[in-house]
């Protein structure tokens, strides 16, 4: 009888690792759909699933002789970081960053976003914004131009910038010495809410005017991810299937019933 019983519960086991197997599967389609949603959206950044093992206790009710703890599989999320290819536009307000830096843009509540798509334009008083209107931030505070000078605006590679011959300061680009401290919210902006993030000015980084950066995701192999991720998931259910059936008729022959 507890050999028997020790069986349903190994059973159990494997009901409960197939099914951990399946949300983390679930959490990677999440993952290579959001990637698909972001593929044409400038300086996207990838994420990336990764998977470990967690360890779990078994009920008390197992006798002594079985193991009292199993592993069961979980997923996790990191955000790939790479360069993402540059598309030349022509558009002076288009700007794109060459290195690890970022564009420090100043969000609705006051606080500082960091974004690495520099889709930018002119609002009414002049303001250099990203699309969502958020101002792009200098060493000096949002950068502003005049709206009736026609003369050219230039930005280096450095990130000065001027309008004809009127300097207008330097763009604010931040670079980060933990790029994994980094909290990331809607729109392709990143938050630095902790000092583990070591923001800094940027030093190994250039400004390229009349470029963007395109999506670090390759559709191509997000959609081989799907397939995959999805076969997996299948897979896993035919597991749960399998030892729902064996763990019922193994009951109903403990049980004596037909």
Same mark, same amino acid.
Request: proline fraction near 4%; charged fraction near 15%; aromatic fraction near 6%.
């Given at each position: $009888? ?78 790939? !970081? ?8 022509? &558009? ?14 100043? $969000? ?8 690495? &798509? ?57 670079? !980060? ?17 902790? &000092? ?50 064996? $763990? ?11």
């Amino acid at each position: $009888m507890a050999q028997s019983l020790l069986i349903v519960l190994r059973m159990d086991v494997s009901l409960y690792s197939a099914a951990a197997a399946m949300n983390a599967t679930e959490r990677w389609q999440d993952l290579v759909a959001e990637n698909l949603s972001t593929a044409s959206a400038p300086g996207a950044r990838q994420q990336e699933i990764s998977f470990s093992s967690v360890q779990a206790g078994m009920s008390s009710a197992v006798p002594s002789s079985a193991s009292s703890t199993y592993v069961i599989p979980a997923a996790g999320a990191t955000t790939n !970081f790479s360069q993402g290819e540059l598309k030349a536009t022509g &558009d002076k307000l288009d700007l794109a960053v060459e290195g690890p830096g970022f564009f420090t843009v100043q $969000m609705p509540d006051g606080s500082k976003g960091y974004t690495r &798509d520099g889709e930018f334009r002119l609002n009414s008083q002049g303001q250099l914004t990203t699309t969502q209107g958020y101002p792009v931030m200098s060493n000096g505070g949002s950068l502003t131009f005049d709206p009736n000078n026609t003369a050219p605006i230039d930005i280096s590679a450095e990130g000065e910038v001027s309008q004809g011959p009127d300097s207008k300061g330097k763009i604010s680009v931040t670079e !980060f010495g933990n790029l994994k401290a980094l909290s990331q919210g809607s729109g392709g902006f990143f938050y630095a809410d902790s &000092d583990e993030a070591q923001a800094k000015p940027a030093s190994a980084t250039n400004v390229r005017q009349g470029f963007v950066e395109e999506s670090n995701t390759s559709p191509s192999l997000a959609m081989a991810s799907l397939l995959t991720s999805m076969r997996m998931f299948e897979s896993n259910q035919k597991v749960m299937e399998m030892q729902g059936d064996r $763990m019922t008729k193994t009951i109903t022959d403990l049980s004596g019933t037909s």
